[in-house]
């Protein structure tokens, strides 16, 4: 008989629903050994957040998160609101002695995030930050070839995170929906919300980054304001690049833009390595890019791996070859990993420090494009 | 409050794993009038089709299909055991007035898909054959495509269903995960396998076929059985393939074998018509290729397109654009038609008697590859 | 010092243009032992044969190919004109000592080809027919990998060749440029022009056809004659589909049409090997996709191999790695492998016989499109 | 009759060969009003020169390059010899009253570059920059969406050029072949060699760059001299990255490197406008991939175009639709530019000043590679 998990989840939006499914499907293709329990969903708009558990099948709902918080039957605490309240929520669930996972980035800012990493550590409770494409399959993949040496030395890191939604000017700024486009709720525009992914997965593939140099852009000035409906000053950054060297002297260089007409998620890298090479892309998650020097010269060129078959990770558990997963299995792999990791007392990365990792990173990238400077990044 | 529809599933097979899935999700990602409930799973081994229940929430099990078939609480006889027992219990199932919902393809051969029609539509019960292709958004759009004629005339259509998964002559054939390979068990080997999702297709999209001339080879003549521990001869076709002419006036080629290295599932189709062109390809389902040749000449090519936006078939009930799905969402669409189709008075195609349609050609060509002749092709 | 080959073309059109380019540039780019003179250029319209003989350089015009034929100073023979030409041209400059070379397909049926291999063969001139697509470069490398045995057993062969060139009614038929749709001249549509290529390259790569199946469709059947102005039925077949039983058991498919909307010369074919497969397509020529199982399971996939190394056939002659050649160099390897063959007395294939053996084949689909049958193939 | 124009080459390495061939070709594939005359060939190894003049039909030699600026009979002088002499010579011809045609880049540096723009238009001879990238039909298509407006406000432009090739730690540096890798010679690395490329064709596309921020790295840090036989330090930059801002501000990544693995000649680039999208890659230099978000909605997506059609650039003078041209006709349509430009009065660009700007730009990044700041770029 499995162990029964709690879970109180805070925000019905778009990453609310990624992480219910998560927690749903988790046990039924994986032989995890806890079983989460829907036991309330909280948010402040009580029809919704009633139509939601409805949907979902929570056993019931909040429409405070501190009372969520409180709560004696709920076991771990998921943090899916926008990005302003995740410090506040994390802190006090994790001082409650709530096991805390929480959507990425972990907070607007390095400074908030510290906060929370000292609260969950001092809790010592289990804690993890949702940067989901670790888990995609083809991603997974990649990081056993590159710790099995495969690359060999890197020399190179490119990755980019390209969106086109906010280009026109009628788009408002802030609350439902858009809150992404409001600097105070979201603390950054694409360094924030899409470089932190590009970042995560750089850092684990290839380590810690030692210095950047970065420019940011906001094309449209001006936007008028959901909540206060009036033409407001836009705070995000739309786009930013920035160069960057890891500390095992390879060179990187990032970017991200919501101005890139043709591409709605079109999150790539690839890596160049002493021996082989790898690419990877969100708009064909389940494909992997690879090129291996070693091959015969005549017969060399990059592989179009379809990543579906049970020796590949995670897809054992699925369909059988052929046949593609989507984006939101790479929640439910994060879960059925976690859930291993509870019972095996090894947690599942990223845990909140390599969230603050990251934050380290997009602040030292924030600042630079400011200062107009290399900047050197503080390491986690 | 929706109303609840009992759920009785026979086979815990593979597609006893899809459909359990897809009857699960339909309500979580859409507002369909019935909620699937999963009354009942039955199968043979007691042991396996408790883990199964249990895994997947089913409330009760049956080793009977009679039983299941018996059973009151029973509003809806799901098939997805092996070929040669879906006639008999759809047979069972309608006469007892349940609605049926039977794996792909129908039945072993047309003479026993008559039946099966004759039975539900004389229960007037309703029924569905899981041609699930026809639900990936893709493949859905590009439907709405054809019945808006942007591509005119149609000239051609071509289809395979290459895989490569019983290359080696060791693999045994029939008993567990491989009855596909035992021609009393399947009806026939790629044929009604794959072939049978091409067909489905073909004539959804682009009308009735009227004759064909067909050959099969079967390239490992004998296979050590997996139930008789013997060496058999193999009575399946490994790999078929066929011209045919609709009755459009177009012409087509199909073609089926499970000995293509480096394709695991690749069943693609393109069709060309006066104006423009599509082309679908099952490795990644949630692209679609498309040429128009009203585009302005010096930028005319085939567009690339990533069906993941709102406007595009099911998508707006999934995640945002770039954010592909998978496999298993054309069956969860599936359910979802098929209830808001119960609710409508509307049944959601394909029938028992588009299943039947399809078993006429593939009877057609298997005819044909003896016959070494063109055969018509009977019309359901 | 290189010895000097005279040449003598005939016929100024697309192909008179390719062959020139071919004689002019194999000795720039190959150590080839003969260097080609430009010595003859003949066509009827005496103003454009000197158009044409000034631009590439021919040293003389004719406006008879009998007159070209008799001249002493040329020793090659090489016909570019219209397929209703190739026979009686090919034989009296065999018949007169000629060296003979002509453009694909060696001439309308096999029964004029017949007479062809006779005439050069009594004459024992070295002989050829421009069948350029096996020096493609990536063509040429994957015939290596077969005959060391990469793919292993071979149990699939398909191509294809599509265009989209006469789907409007409004294109004439005959004449100038337009003589391929005009029966009386071609000897067939698609099958003869279009087909030949796939069947020459598919039995170069895997061994004798023995018999086939097919369905041949005119689409438009009336076109105004560009000579007569008439309205006149059409003779060609505008699309050819066939089913083939190749020699050493494998299965194959082929089809062309001018009706697919989106392509322009997409002639494309696949292998599937016991061990291998690899697909070619010539709207991308420098590249060959490479799938081998014998790669590790995790990493394996079709790889998209850039032919332009210095160890990939040819391409130590051009460029540098990475920068592609394109279509006309495949005439220019053609003539170094002649030339060099002329030296070697190892004559450079494909010959006239090997284009008979084409004819075979050709005749054979179309007799089977009339007979609705299964044809034999005779063998060369 | 065409006017003869009197070519003098200096230099027959690679791009010796690639020069002599545009030549050639050039007024046989199009109708230019000068026919270039292939006068003389200097180098100063006679043998090799003799040897070369042979091969492409050179009337004489020379292996002193001011004799070769001397004589009265050359019209042009072509300069295709290494970095470190391109300033000297075109200098002397121009003084000489010569045309003058020179590899990129223009020079070592911006400093040389002023002096031979000085000396060109003291002269007022007619002189170009051979960045044939321009020339590429694709890339001349684009260049004419961009002018037409096709593409909006432009937000982002990103280039990369990646290679292989001297991973190695045992390829020695300078002399035959790899001059390249010898600062003295060549003036930088990748910078000078690839990004000169790229940013040729981005000024030409998008107009000048303001300023630039950039990192450079030599990762084998020192290599035998093939000359002097002994271990030296490599001076030239291995990998070069830098963002830049352009004036219309339009913000921009640029890449390059010769430690890519997989990648032999990856030269590409992707313009995203208001309204549309671009991307080209010299790996399949005969396609242009477009986005285009009016394109209604369902059926958006990235044209793949094959840009082969006669309604394209340059491309009517070549084959039929369908069939792709190489690297080397880039060389070719220049030529034709070029003589056609001399005969209107209107010089074909890049000229001398072109060159200079661009090397404006990288000096600026080198510089800026060096002080770890942000540069401005001087304008030509």
Redesign the interface.
Known sequence: MKKKLNIGLVGYG?MGR?HS?AF?QA??FFDVPYEPILKAVCARNADRVKAFAS??GYESIETDWRALVDRKDIDLVDIASPNDTHAEIAIAAASAGKMVTCEKPLARNAAESEKMVTAAESARVPNAVWYNYRRVPAVT?LK??IDEGKLGRI??Y?A?F????T?SSDLPQGGEGLWRLDVAVAGSGVTGDLLAHCIDTAMWLNGTIDKV???T?T?VKERKHQLTGKMEKVGIDD?C???A?FSNGS?A?F?S?R????????YTFEI??????IFWD???????Q????R?E??????????V??G??PYMKN????????????SFVHQVADFLQGLADGKPAKPDFKDGLATDYVTDAVLKSAKS???ENVKKA
């Open positions: 778009f990624t499914n749903v046990p039924r949907n979902w993949l056993q070839l020399f190179h490119r980019q390209l969106q086109d939604w280009i140099t970065a420019m852009e094309f786009a690049a920035f160069l060297r060179l260089t970017e833009t101005y890139a007409r043709g591409h709605k998620a079109l160049n390595g002493e021996h082989a090479s969100l708009h064909d998650l389940h494909r992997l690879y090129f291996d020097h091959d010269g005549r017969v060399r060129g990059w592989r179009n791996i379809h579906s078959d020796d590949q699925w369909w059988v070859p052929g046949l593609q997963i989507g984006y939101e299995h107009q400077k290399w």
